[in-house]
């Protein structure tokens, strides 16, 4: 069965710098939620998106936006990169007209901020 | 803000003991989902519970909520290795956004 990809697995950026990352649901899902990991922590929850509109906010910071694509894909966009934002970026993907309306976890980008 | 706490965070076994993690949130939920996150994968979902009181098993896995909604627990019988892992609650009060527990990181010794 597709599952929710992600890209790329693995970031390295320097501080004060830019990155985008990927991520393509899985196929005929509506939602998609955005999460940051830290090491030892559990998924925080940053932004969400359903039927391309963004329909929830969490601790996403300002330097940080978000998209979903006509195709449904989505992109997260951190700008100005801090040390601090080194961490694992979790996209998962529901169909929420179903029950459970459980979400499916990507396999996630590792991103690290030298 | 909902907040979910969840005891204990971490717990080491025996193979072959049980292991039980609870969740608690500070409002009532309209719903809890359990995921497990083995070491360096993704969260995995297990389960959800929208009942007030429900009760549901999967194999050596039970999962519980509770009567008034706030609160809900996972017990596991008999842990294998293969149940090692962290084991997180998430807990939602509207329609799809979760907030997470910390987890519950659980070490089997074989």
């Known amino acids: 069965a597709a599952g929710v990809i992600q890209s790329p697995r693995h970031l390295i950026k320097e501080k004060r710098e830019t990155a985008t990352l990927k991520c393509y649901p899985i196929?005929?899902?509506?939602?998609v939620y955005w999460y940051q990991q830290g090491p030892g922590q559990d998924p925080q929850f940053l932004i969400s998106?359903?039927?391309?509109?963004?329909?929830d906010k969490g601790s996403i910071p300002d330097r940080f936006s978000a998209q979903q694509f006509s195709d449904y894909h989505s992109e997260l966009n951190m700008s100005s990169l801090e040390l601090g934002d080194s961490a694992l970026y979790f996209c998962?993907?529901?169909?929420?007209?179903?029950?459970?309306?459980?979400?499916?976890f990507g396999p996630g980008t590792r991103l690290t901020v030298t | 803000g909902q907040q979910v706490m969840q005891i204990p965070q971490y717990q080491h076994v025996q193979e072959g003991e049980d292991f039980t993690t609870y969740c608690n949130s500070s409002?009532?939920?309209?719903?809890i989902q359990w995921y497990k996150q083995r070491p360096g994968g993704h969260p995995v979902f297990l389960i959800q519970?929208?009942?007030?009181?429900e009760v549901k098993k999967q194999k050596r896995l039970t999962f519980q909520f509770g009567e008034a909604k706030k609160n809900s627990s996972l017990h596991i019988t008999a842990t294998q290795t293969t149940d090692v892992g962290t084991y997180f609650c998430?807990?939602?009060?509207?329609?799809?956004?979760?907030?997470f527990g910390k987890g519950t990181m659980l070490l089997v010794s074989p």
């Open positions: 998962a993907s529901s169909f929420l007209a179903g029950v459970p309306y459980e979400q499916y």
């Open positions: 196929p005929r899902h509506d939602t």
């Open positions: 998106f359903y039927e391309k509109m963004q329909s």
């Open positions: 409002t009532t939920l309209s719903n």
């Open positions: 519970l929208v009942k007030s009181g």
């Open positions: 998430a807990g939602s009060g509207g329609y799809s956004t979760l907030t």
